[in-house]
């Protein structure tokens, strides 16, 4: 597929998706939404990739949010399509794709940036991040899985008051309470992010494929039990023979 407003690049075993709309600041409209799609498909299909980087062009801007022109005439049965069709073809596909993906957040991240980044299974900021869903000043809640994704990563208290006052917040803010897990100057970004899957890359895909699924329902009453079930079924697998192996030889394991 050819893409214009992504970029997709491999290295070995991580991709990049950088989205590449600097004149809108990234802003998320339909056709990047399916264009992002698009290469998620193509690179969870691509055996040599093992993890996926997903980060904003430039450093003003990961994403500011979703295109608004784009619904600002829309009606309820238009706009509740336009949540569920997102959430179905991107966001929903991010949280469960069998291959860890990193949101790299350089700058803005609000609205649907906020709502990409939060679908993501990681996120490393840059100290120029800000953070926020500002929906409610347009009269709207957040409908790419905003109210259901923050408050489970950093308690419904401040998930409320994020999204009851639309406030920004800086990216050390976001490191403090759990919504982003490191912070690094601009420059160093990519290159942090690039060093954390590399050291996923070289653990079991088959274990990771299965850690995604299990910590996904950590939240629900089939969590307990679908961990058991995977701990066990990779004790059948070519993955755990070669890491017990390694381990007993005092050697690196080849997965």
Sequence with gaps: MTYENILLKKNEKTAVITINRPESLNALNAQTIKEISAALDELQSDNEVRVIILTGSGEKSFVAGADIKEFSNFNQEKAEELARSGQNILFDKIENLSKPVIAAVNGFALGGGLELAMACHIRYASENAKLGLPEVTLGLIPGYGGTQRL????????????????????????????????????????AKTEELAKIISNNSPMAISRAIKATNLS????????????????????????????????RKPSF
């Design 151 to 190: 408050p489970k990563l950093v308690g419904k208290g401040i998930a409320n008051e994020m999204i009851f006052s639309a406030k920004m917040i800086p990216a050390q803010k976001a490191k403090e309470i759990g919504l982003v897990n490191e912070v690094f100057p601009i420059g160093e970004l990519l």
């Design 219 to 250: 939240d629900t009453d089939k969590g307990f039990e679908t961990e058991i079930k995977y701990f066990g079924e990779l004790f059948e697998l070519e993955d755990k023979k070669e890491g017990v192996a390694a381990f007993i030889e005092k």
